[in-house]
């Protein structure tokens, strides 16, 4: 059962380390991997171009996750805004990671702030960025390439996001497919991918104990 309208792929040792790593992370294998086995050396490459965008800038695992959740509840993806909530709230905690996704930013440094607004306009209409836009990021501190090097990571990572909510896949919940994956929306409605943002947020929020 892949999620999508794909058939999952026969499984080679290349498909097998991928479970396997889902496994070992949560107990179960994610719907998204059963989707990238067929192509895993594809999902491995846009994970190292992830890494090389990233790592020139310095960025903290803390500011990687505050990119990712901004940029993913802007895009209405609630399957990354759940993963990387999760993930921020362990790198900070509960109350940063459910401001993050509902966009509020309570708890964040200015610096932080900015980053996070920046990620929103990346994901929601990157040809509406301004001078002015790249300006408050360098007032923030960051110099030219920390700015590329954030752009870029956050653009490979809609990249992947796109090809996660653009694979027709079938939505209808099961009682174990909800536990893993709340608040999701069939792609190709901009107020369902609205909709499903703030069902991350709650479901967040309930699972943190806001």
């Known amino acids: 059962m892949t999620g999508s309208f794909l058939e999952e792929p026969p499984v080679s040792p290349q498909v097998q380390a991928l479970y396997e790593e889902d496994l070992a992370?949560?107990?179960y294998v994610w719907n998204v991997s059963r989707l990238w086995a067929h192509q895993p050396d594809t999902?491995?490459?846009l994970f190292g171009l992830m890494s090389q965008a990233f790592t020139?800038?310095?960025l903290t695992f803390r500011q990687r996750g505050i990119l990712?959740?901004?940029?993913?509840?802007a895009l209405g993806d609630s399957y990354c805004s759940l993963a990387w909530g999760g993930k921020l709230g362990k790198a900070s905690d509960a109350a940063i990671a459910a401001g993050v996704l509902s966009g509020g930013d309570a708890?964040?440094?200015d610096q932080e702030k900015v980053m996070a607004a920046w990620a929103r306009k990346v994901a929601r209409d990157p040809n509406a960025t301004t001078p002015a836009d790249v300006q408050t990021l360098r007032d923030a501190g960051f110099d030219d390439g920390q700015i590329f090097a954030i752009t870029a990571f956050v653009a490979l990572r809609l990249a992947f996001s796109t090809?996660?909510?653009?694979?027709?896949?079938?939505r209808t919940p099961t009682p174990r497919a909800a536990a893993r994956r709340r608040g999701t929306a069939?792609?190709?409605?901009a107020g369902l991918r609205c909709s499903a943002a703030r069902t991350a947020v709650t479901c967040y929020a309930v699972q943190m104990g806001l």
């Open 56 to 58: 020139p800038s310095g």
């Open 186 to 189: 069939r792609p190709g409605s």
């Open 107 to 109: 708890g964040l440094t």
């Open 163 to 170: 090809s996660e909510g653009d694979r027709n896949e079938d």
């Open 68 to 73: 990712v959740t901004a940029a993913a509840s």
């Open 43 to 45: 999902l491995k490459s």
């Open 25 to 27: 992370d949560g107990g």
